[in-house]
C-alpha cells in the first residue's frame, strides 16, 4: 500500500501562484506513475498533471505553460506548481499513485482562485 498526503492549498487571486505537495509512504522509485487530478463542483474527476518514474510528464491543456509537476526523490513528494491561477482552477486537487496494478489517493486539498 501507498499513503499519499497533500499539501499546499488555500485561496489566491487570479494570476497568482500555489505550489501542491504529496508526499508518499513509500520510495518514488517503487511507484509508476504519480500525478495530481482536480475535481470541480458538479464536475468529473480530471487529469491535471503526471509523472512516470522515468520522469516523463504529462498535461492537461488547460494547464500547459502554467503548471509544472516535479520529484524530490529524497523526499518521497511530488510537487504541482501552479502559476498564473485562473478561477476556472478553482477545485479540490488529489494526489495519485500508481503501484502494482492499483491506484491509491490522498485526500485532497481545497484550491480556491478568486476572480
Known amino acids: 500500500q501507498v499513503q499519499l498526503v497533500e499539501s499546499g492549498g488555500g485561496l489566491v487571486e487570479a494570476g497568482g501562484s500555489l505550489r501542491l505537495s504529496c508526499a508518499a509512504s513509500?520510495?518514488?522509485?517503487?511507484?509508476?506513475?504519480m500525478g495530481w487530478y482536480r475535481q470541480a463542483p458538479g464536475k468529473q474527476r480530471e487529469l491535471v498533471a503526471d509523472s512516470t518514474r522515468g520522469g516523463t510528464a504529462n498535461y492537461a491543456d488547460s494547464v500547459k505553460g502554467r503548471f509544472t509537476i516535479s520529484r524530490d526523490i529524497a523526499k518521497n513528494t511530488v510537487y504541482l506548481q501552479m502559476n498564473s491561477l485562473k478561477p476556472e482552477d478553482t477545485a479540490v486537487y488529489y494526489c495519485?499513485?500508481?503501484?502494482?496494478?492499483?491506484?491509491?489517493w490522498g485526500q485532497g486539498t481545497q484550491v480556491t482562485v478568486s476572480s
Open positions: 513509500r520510495s518514488l522509485f517503487s511507484i509508476n506513475v
Open positions: 495519485r499513485g500508481s503501484y502494482f496494478g492499483s491506484a491509491y
